[in-house]
């Protein structure tokens, strides 16, 4: 009887077991439910839900094994409950050859942070098994802060025409020291390319053909791809999260790695991609709610700086280029600046005289070490013998001399990329002209900064536009034509220096009026190239001189139905201060098959009182008009 009643007990004991496993599951997915979980803008923001145009929500990631629901891309209430279910399973998911088998539980870290918080589940209620491969990626992050990372603009690569985004996640101590911000991990989102070449590239990545991924790696590895290769300076906008943020952000980049989204040059981009990183740790910033449709990565670091207490403070990391400069300004001594060109040509300190001080050795070494850097990046991050061993031997000689002083480069306030103009620009202009009555232009700009634009926070040199249409009409009469539409334009103005001699160029894809031999007042698609050299006068003035040809077509066109020209441009630009610019230039193209050539001149001063607002006055000749113009700018 005893043996009876002792089964009984037992087979009661696991049938109540059962019977508690089974609840928990069902009173988590009845709370999901009934709070409405699915709907709350964390899940949203962890599955990367957006309203399309419909009004239904899809997610923006667009790799599979990133949802647990096969439903789950359109359905956040079924990814939601097939999630809680995965909690609650053994079973392994298949995420490929490259990645090894993975619960749901393990595969999503941050859902679970969040959805256990909101059911009240702890690791005893599911089954649970240990998660290794996501615990090495936390021990390898060791999370004490956050930094969000602004690369400057880089015109000759279109992929960062814009300038580039990325998070840096710093470590407190490494093995019990204080640690370096170079070994700290860097977070990268950016598109995985299927061509080299710039123009497909920018075509493809305006339509999103390529995927886009998240990569983890040291950060001086970016530090070296940026700052020293591209030479472009780095921003570091250190964050305030909370603990508890900061391990939301580590479990979210961990599920990252098991997706990719298709990248668009304009919208899901580096940054736009950082911020949602962001609101995902921290819903409360609600940072993509406050950024537009096109996203520009001034314009989010802009979002950034200006949430109330996410700011903590900023670093500069200057380029090699802006360091080298620095320590030529050290070399004061027109006899030490010519020790260095000699250097310079091929490295050999022997050309260094015996009785130069050590100290004043040691300066020159440093700026030749730095120019041998500079010009040898890809051949020493390559390991090419020859150039490490003349490295080696430099760093050799310069460890034989005393410590110079540390240099300190120490950016004006305006060059902070976070003080620019707003990346879109509308404009009117009134003109009036010599032989007809007046007009005016309305003129609107997509991004993001040309030579006239205050200079707060952009490149000094280079002038990048997109989408920039202008509209002209009269005032007496009921016309309103296009007069261009510019779909591209990106032009770079950097001087010639004593010891370089980079090439300035130009390249134009648009739309615009022609009023001349071709034909009357018509439309042409037109590219435009053109290469010459600037040259850098008294008070920030530059002189430049460009070759430049165009390829027109119409078929308004009277002779034929595309044309060619060719002919020199000469421009000034003098920068009286960020605020207050002029420009003119004046250019003479002569058209292939045609006798006389086209003339034009243009000259105008541009003064921005305000960050949001700029005027303009001006004259230009072109059309076989003369024209005086008064311009008004607003930024946003």
């Known amino acids: 009887m005893f043996r009876i009643l002792f089964f009984l007990f037992l087979v009661g004991a696991c049938a109540n077991s059962f019977a508690q496993g089974t609840s928990k599951l069902d009173i988590a997915l009845q709370k ?20 399309n145009i419909f009004g239904n929500y899809i997610s923006e990631s667009d790799g599979p094994l990133f949802f647990v629901s096969k439903d789950g891309k359109k359905n956040p209430e079924a990814e939601l409950l097939e999630t809680i279910k995965g909690f609650f399973s053994d079973k392994k998911r298949n995420l490929g050859p490259d990645q090894p088998e993975q619960t749901v539980r393990c595969q999503f870290p941050a859902r679970w942070l969040w959805l256990s918080q909101q059911l009240g589940l702890f690791e005893q209620d ?6 290794a491969e996501f615990e090495k990626f936390k021990a390898r992050a060791q999370t004490d802060s956050v930094t969000l990372v602004f690369a400057s603009f880089n015109v000759g690569n279109p992929s960062s025409t814009f300038g580039h985004s990325l998070m840096r996640l710093n470590k407190k101590t490494v093995n019990g020291k204080a640690s370096s911000p170079l070994l700290d991990l860097g977070v990268n989102y950016a598109a995985n390319p299927t061509t080299s070449n710039p123009l497909m590239y920018a075509l493809f990545g305006m339509v999103g053909v390529f995927p886009g991924t998240f990569a983890a790696m040291p950060y001086f590895y970016k530090v070296r791809e940026y700052s020293d290769f591209d030479s472009r300076d780095l921003w570091e906008y250190n964050l305030n999260l909370s603990s508890q943020e900061m391990q939301m952000l580590v479990a979210h980049l961990w599920e990252m790695g098991f997706t990719h989204f298709d990248y668009y040059f ?8 950082m911020l949602s990183l962001l609101d995902v740790a921290a819903p409360r910033l609600n940072l993509l709610e406050r950024t537009s449709y096109w996203v520009i990565p001034t314009d989010t670091i802009k979002t950034v700086a200006a949430t109330e207490g996410l700011l903590r403070n900023i670093v500069f990391r200057p380029s090699l280029n802006r360091q080298l400069n620095a320590r030529l300004k050290k070399l004061k001594d027109p006899n030490e600046m010519k020790i260095y060109k000699e250097i310079v040509k091929d490295f ?18 440093d700026a030749a070490i730095d120019h041998f850097d500079s010009e040898f990046f890809s051949e020493l991050v390559h390991h090419d013998p020859e150039t490490k061993s003349k490295k080696e031997n430099l760093l050799i000689q310069r460890s034989r001399l005393p410590m110079t002083e540390e240099i300190q480069i120490v950016p004006d306030d305006s060059d902070q990329p976070h003080l620019s103009h707003g990346s879109s620009r509308t404009s009117f202009t009134h003109l009036h002209s010599t032989d007809s009555n007046s007009r005016f232009e309305i003129s609107h700009r997509f991004a993001l900064h040309d030579f006239l634009d205050p200079q707060d926070g952009y490149p000094g040199f280079a002038k990048i536009e997109f989408f920039k249409f202008t509209m002209d009409g009269s005032y007496n009469k009921s016309d309103f034509n296009l007069r261009q539409f510019d779909f591209m334009s990106v032009e770079s103005l950097q001087p010639v220096t004593a010891f370089k001699t980079p090439l300035s160029w130009k390249g134009r894809f648009s739309v615009e009026r022609v009023n001349d031999d071709r034909c009357q007042n018509c439309l042409a698609g037109m590219g435009e190239a053109g290469a010459g ?21 119409s078929p308004n066109f009277n002779k034929h139905k595309w044309t060619a020209e060719a002919g020199p441009l000469l421009g000034v630009r003098s920068v009286f201060n960020p605020k207050l610019i002029f420009l003119t230039e004046l250019s003479k193209q002569w058209i292939l098959g045609f ?21 303009e006055a001006g004259y230009r000749e072109e059309l076989k008009t003369n024209e005086y113009l008064g311009s008004v700018y607003y930024y946003f």
């Open 126 to 131: 599911v089954s649970h098994q240990p998660c």
């Open 266 to 273: 304009f919208s899901e981009n580096c940054s736009y991609h």
């Open 533 to 553: 050299l600037t040259f850098l006068g008294f008070k920030k003035t530059s002189f430049y001189f460009m070759a430049l040809s165009d390829f027109r077509t």
């Open 348 to 365: 050999d300190l022997q050309k260094i005289p015996k009785e130069i001080s050590e100290d004043r050795k040691a300066e020159i070494l």
């Open 32 to 51: 999901a439910i009934s709070q409405k979980l699915y709907q709350a803008k964390p899940w949203l923001n962890l599955v990367h839900y957006k309203k």
């Open 595 to 615: 006798d006389n050539p086209v003339t034009h001149l243009s000259a105008r001063m541009r003064w921005a009182p305000h960050i949001n607002w700029s005027f």
